[in-house]
């Protein structure tokens, strides 16, 4: 019992600054989360469209970003070059996957995009090959050094290129918000997901509003490709992290867009401290592949709508 | 019956435009079944014009086919004096044909203002990107369309709630903020899907009154379908009645209301 209530709290204030490591660390991943999940609440508030296929998307736009890149293509040239792409993706995933089959039950929509995702691995294996490509991060600018704080005389490190990606995060989440919430396009895209008969009748159309979602989704997937292979590398594995955003999306319910940051951020930090203070010294580390879901099912137990998720208000 | 193509005064004595829309010999089916057969009828600019019938009789399909949700086999809808292609519903309230919903089709997650705001997304043109900034063409819009819209709320008396979730309302108000979605897109045709469903008396009169006030004050032209036949009766310049996808009555209440077919249609006719 003193192991799991007293020491780690103990451990946390006899060493401030390698909690707060702890927990810078936690909030950049979760930052990462937070990006992932928000490209699957856009896609489903428009469309009712669980998107399986945000982390594909995610390495995709980075494989072809690089890819770009390694053509001898100037580096945000590539970034451009690389929105271009994620157009057409959009616009060719409404043309060929979605128009056929609107109006068909949300699950057959869901299987598409699962759909969509392992054409996705196969068609980027055959462009980019399998192998390991490094982030073009000094390319594009990111400051790559590190900044040493010495908060209460112990040691804190900030890699620049997260602070950056912090930062581009905050102002994607900031843009999107205002966006959706002061603009006639993005009282579409919200109205549409609310009512699409109802959306059809003020002169909404369906397909141009899918081909938008998909594209925001497409850019909110390089910025995350980009922080995340900063950090690791781009490979396929990456896709993976893509699963962490089920928790998230558990946690800050699918409609939400606060919920998806406020759920990324948190499940980011308690996941990393969780580790650090109870898993390695307990459990022998490696918790963070499983702590989310259990986070996650938790809350469910208690809110089946999520922290954030609309409430289900039903009139019998 | 005389000509009305330029217009006619009613009995009342308010002047009735000239055809705002016309529809020729529509039938509409749906496999097997003919849901519209053979229908024309035409709704002058400014009048109220009533489809009444028993159930099933195909009313809510012929606004359906006016709105662009169906699109009928054969025949033509002609709008402002020219034939109207097959359009999809969204072309159609571009044009400025505005409805509502038998059932409430409302974004339930979104404020009473919002929803409103929604019906003037037609009236709004800055691009995208503009609006992704929220910037100069985008902004003074916004601020332009956000007035017309405090307009229709204020008329249609919903201030109150205009901050509120629509999912919380009673289904009275429910069916009055669908109507403001509606007129905030100045809509040249506006169509109603029985207004009046589901409501209880006062919510009836006071939907009557918003229905009269609206054409009254902006001029707006009504197609309206609904049950309630002393509602359509006081509310209405003329009727049609339907009956088994076919007209069989035309013209204004009290010709209606006299007619040996739409008598036995609503009444049923004993059998020998």
Same mark, same amino acid.
Do not use: C
């Given at each position: 019992?003193?192991?799991?209530?007293?020491?780690?709290?103990?451990?946390?204030?006899?060493?401030?600054?390698?909690?707060?490591?702890?927990?810078?660390?936690?909030?950049?991943?979760?930052?990462?989360?937070?990006?992932?999940?928000?490209?699957?609440?856009?896609?489903?508030?428009?469309?009712?469209?669980?998107?399986?296929?945000?982390?594909?998307?995610?390495?995709?736009?980075?494989?072809?970003?690089?890819?770009?890149?390694?053509?001898?293509?100037?580096?945000?040239?590539?970034? $451009? @070059?690389?929105?271009?792409?994620?157009? !057409? =993706?959009? /616009?060719? &995933?409404?043309?060929?996957?979605?128009?056929? +089959? %609107?109006?068909?039950?949300?699950?057959?929509?869901?299987?598409?995009?699962?759909?969509?995702?392992?054409?996705?691995?196969?068609?980027?294996?055959?462009?980019?090959?399998?192998?390991?490509?490094?982030?073009?991060?000094?390319?594009?600018?990111?400051?790559?050094?590190?900044?040493?704080?010495?908060?209460?005389?112990?040691?804190?490190?900030?890699?620049?290129?997260?602070?950056?990606?912090?930062?581009?995060?905050?102002?994607?989440?900031?843009?999107?918000?205002?966006?959706?919430?002061?603009?006639?396009?993005?009282?579409?895209?919200? $109205? @549409?997901?609310?009512?699409?008969?109802? !959306? =059809?009748? /003020?002169? &909404?159309?369906?397909?141009?509003?899918?081909? +938008? %979602?998909?594209?925001?989704?497409?850019?909110?997937?390089?910025?995350?490709?980009?922080?995340?292979?900063?950090?690791?590398?781009?490979?396929?594995?990456?896709?993976?992290?893509?699963?962490?955003?089920?928790?998230?999306?558990?946690?800050?319910?699918?409609?939400?867009?606060?919920?998806?940051?406020?759920?990324?951020?948190?499940?980011?930090?308690?996941?990393?401290?969780?580790?650090?203070?109870?898993?390695?010294?307990?459990?022998?580390?490696?918790?963070?592949?499983?702590?989310?879901?259990?986070?996650?099912?938790?809350?469910?137990?208690?809110?089946?709508?999520?922290?954030?998720?609309?409430?289900?208000?039903?009139?019998? | 019956?005389?000509?009305?193509?330029?217009?006619?005064?009613?009995?009342?004595?308010?002047?009735?435009?000239?055809?705002?829309?016309?529809?020729?010999?529509?039938?509409?089916?749906?496999?097997?079944?003919?849901?519209?057969?053979?229908?024309?009828?035409?709704?002058?600019?400014?009048?109220?014009?009533?489809?009444?019938?028993?159930?099933?009789?195909?009313?809510?399909?012929?606004?359906?086919?006016?709105?662009?949700?169906?699109?009928?086999?054969?025949?033509?809808?002609?709008?402002?004096?020219?034939?109207?292609?097959?359009?999809?519903?969204?072309?159609?309230?571009?044009?400025?044909?505005?409805?509502?919903?038998?059932?409430?089709?409302?974004?339930?997650?979104?404020?009473?203002?919002?929803?409103?705001?929604?019906?003037?997304?037609?009236?709004?043109?800055?691009?995208?990107?503009?609006?992704?900034?929220?910037?100069?063409?985008?902004?003074?819009?916004?601020?332009?369309?956000?007035?017309?819209?405090?307009?229709?709320?204020?008329?249609?008396?919903?201030?109150?709630?205009?901050?509120?979730?629509?999912?919380?309302?009673?289904?009275?108000?429910?069916?009055?903020?669908?109507?403001?979605?509606?007129?905030?897109?100045?809509?040249?045709?506006?169509?109603?899907?029985?207004?009046?469903?589901?409501?209880?008396?006062?919510?009836?009169?006071?939907?009557?009154?918003?229905?009269?006030?609206?054409?009254?004050?902006?001029?707006?032209?009504?197609?309206?379908?609904?049950?309630?036949?002393?509602?359509?009766?006081?509310?209405?310049?003329?009727?049609?009645?339907?009956?088994?996808?076919?007209?069989?009555?035309?013209?204004?209440?009290?010709?209606?209301?006299?007619?040996?077919?739409?008598?036995?249609?609503?009444?049923?006719?004993?059998?020998?």
């Amino acid at each position: 019992m003193k192991d799991i209530f007293i020491t780690p709290f103990v451990d946390m204030f006899a060493a401030p600054d390698f909690l707060l490591q702890v927990l810078w660390e936690g909030l950049v991943s979760g930052i990462l989360y937070a990006l992932i999940a928000l490209g699957f609440v856009l896609i489903f508030r428009s469309s009712r469209i669980f998107n399986f296929a945000q982390g594909i998307m995610v390495v995709f736009a980075a494989l072809t970003l690089v890819g770009f890149h390694a053509m001898g293509v100037p580096a945000w040239i590539s970034v $451009a @070059l690389t929105l271009g792409v994620m157009l !057409a =993706l959009a /616009v060719s &995933i409404e043309r060929i996957v979605l128009r056929p +089959l %609107v109006g068909q039950p949300d699950i057959i929509l869901f299987m598409a995009t699962i759909g969509i995702t392992l054409f996705l691995i196969g068609f980027g294996e055959i462009i980019f090959g399998g192998e390991n490509k490094v982030m073009i991060t000094e390319e594009l600018g990111i400051p790559t050094d590190s900044w040493v704080l010495e908060p209460w005389g112990g040691l804190l490190i900030l890699e620049q290129k997260d602070v950056t990606a912090v930062i581009a995060a905050a102002m994607l989440v900031v843009g999107l918000l205002a966006f959706l919430n002061y603009t006639r396009m993005g009282r579409a895209i919200r $109205a @549409l997901g609310d009512d699409s008969q109802a !959306a =059809l009748s /003020v002169g &909404i159309s369906l397909q141009t509003i899918w081909v +938008l %979602v998909w594209f925001i989704a497409g850019i909110i997937a390089l910025v995350t490709g980009i922080a995340w292979g900063a950090r690791a590398g781009v490979s396929f594995a990456l896709e993976v992290i893509a699963y962490k955003a089920l928790p998230v999306l558990m946690l800050g319910g699918l409609e939400s867009i606060t919920g998806a940051i406020i759920g990324g951020l948190m499940i980011g930090m308690l996941e990393k401290l969780f580790e650090i203070y109870w898993g390695q010294p307990l459990l022998g580390g490696n918790t963070e592949t499983w702590f989310a879901f259990v986070l996650a099912l938790i809350v469910l137990l208690f809110r089946p709508q999520g922290l954030f998720g609309e409430k289900i208000i039903e009139r019998v | 019956m005389k000509d009305m193509t330029e217009g006619y005064v009613t009995a009342d004595g308010r002047q009735i435009g000239g055809v705002l829309m016309e529809m020729k010999d529509i039938t509409l089916r749906f496999g097997g079944v003919t849901a519209i057969k053979d229908i024309s009828f035409d709704i002058h600019e400014g009048e109220i014009r009533a489809i009444i019938g028993p159930n099933g009789a195909g009313k809510s399909s012929m606004l359906n086919v006016i709105s662009g949700f169906y699109t009928p086999q054969e025949g033509q809808v002609w709008y402002k004096g020219a034939p109207r292609p097959a359009m999809k519903p969204y072309e159609v309230a571009r044009m400025g044909v505005a409805r509502t919903f038998q059932n409430i089709a409302l974004f339930e997650g979104m404020t009473v203002l919002d929803n409103v705001m929604t019906g003037r997304l037609n009236h709004m043109k800055a691009g995208i990107l503009a609006q992704a900034v929220w910037w100069g063409k985008a902004r003074d819009e916004e601020i332009e369309n956000r007035e017309h819209v405090e307009r229709v709320i204020d008329f249609l008396e919903i201030q109150s709630i205009r901050k509120t979730p629509v999912g919380r309302l009673p289904y009275g108000l429910k069916k009055r903020v669908e109507l403001a979605r509606a007129l905030a897109a100045e809509p040249s045709l506006l169509l109603l899907d029985e207004p009046m469903a589901g409501m209880n008396v006062e919510e009836k009169e006071d939907m009557s009154r918003f229905i009269l006030d609206v054409n009254d004050e902006f001029g707006t032209t009504i197609a309206l379908i609904e049950h309630d036949m002393g509602v359509v009766m006081d509310l209405s310049d003329r009727v049609v009645v339907m009956d088994y996808g076919k007209k069989i009555g035309d013209g204004t209440p009290d010709d209606v209301r006299n007619d040996q077919t739409v008598i036995d249609a609503y009444l049923g006719v004993p059998q020998e």
